[in-house]
């Protein structure tokens, strides 16, 4: 079955470095999408992408968070400028199709900030 | 917007009991429910999901779950539970928004 991939699998970084997470998402879906779980606490929305633009993104995504697909299959998420509350599991999802297809997920990265 | 509740943060089951973890929604319209699976270091594995038509569904690893309309539930049930069942399960909602999910509940499994 195909798999979604994500690199690193850990990044460990200063505050106030940019970061970038690779996702390769499974071929022929269409609609990508990130998730943040920081350390105990429930998976929240971060942005969703689609035909090479953002589609929706939460009160999370703030202008130091930036998704693009540079080559046509990696889909990237950029922090600019990290923080110490940057630290967390970072998820990469995507589907097929749009409505109510299912979104599979990738293994995450887990972003430390120190 | 929508909403889920998971109640039970931890669950502590013996294994070859049964288990029961409870989800409930907050939705105008009819939602797309969904469980997922997180072991440790892992990422989120689609246990099952609900669409339309039989409110019983089946999903992998022996899992099943209700739709309960009138209690805005969807309840993940296992008649016998595994060792390797021992995990973090999230619920999950669909509506008009990307995924929304539950804080989750961590389940133990003792011997």
């Known amino acids: 079955e195909p798999e979604v991939t994500q690199t690193p699998s850990h990044q460990v970084t200063q505050m106030g470095q940019e970061v970038i997470l690779r996702c390769v998402p499974i071929?022929?879906?269409?609609?990508f999408y990130w998730y943040r779980q920081i350390l105990g606490q429930k998976v929240e929305f971060l942005v969703s992408f689609y035909n090479n633009e953002i589609s929706e993104k939460s009160e999370i995504f703030d202008d130091q968070f930036s998704v693009e697909r540079p080559d046509g299959s990696n889909f990237t998420l950029k922090i600019r400028s990290t923080k110490l509350e940057d630290s967390a599991m970072y998820f990469c999802?995507?589907?097929?199709?749009?409505?109510?297809?299912?979104?599979?997920f990738g293994p995450g990265t887990r972003l430390t900030v120190l | 917007a929508q909403s889920v509740t998971q109640p039970d943060i931890h669950i502590t089951v013996s294994e070859g009991a049964s288990l029961e973890l409870r989800c409930n929604y907050s939705?105008?319209?009819?939602?797309?429910l969904f469980w997922y699976v997180q072991s440790p270091g892992q990422g989120l594995q689609l246990l099952l999901k609900y669409f339309s038509g039989d409110t019983l569904v089946q999903g992998i690893k022996g899992f099943e779950a209700e739709f309960k309309r009138s209690q805005s539930s969807f309840n993940l049930r296992k008649p016998s539970v595994h060792w390797s069942d021992a995990a973090e399960y999230f619920c999950a909602v669909h509506g008009n928004t990307p995924l929304v999910f539950g804080k989750g509940t961590r389940l133990s499994v003792i011997a």
């Open positions: 071929s022929n879906h269409l609609y």
């Open positions: 999802a995507n589907k097929r199709e749009t409505g109510t297809d299912t979104q599979y």
């Open positions: 939705y105008g319209a009819t939602p797309y």
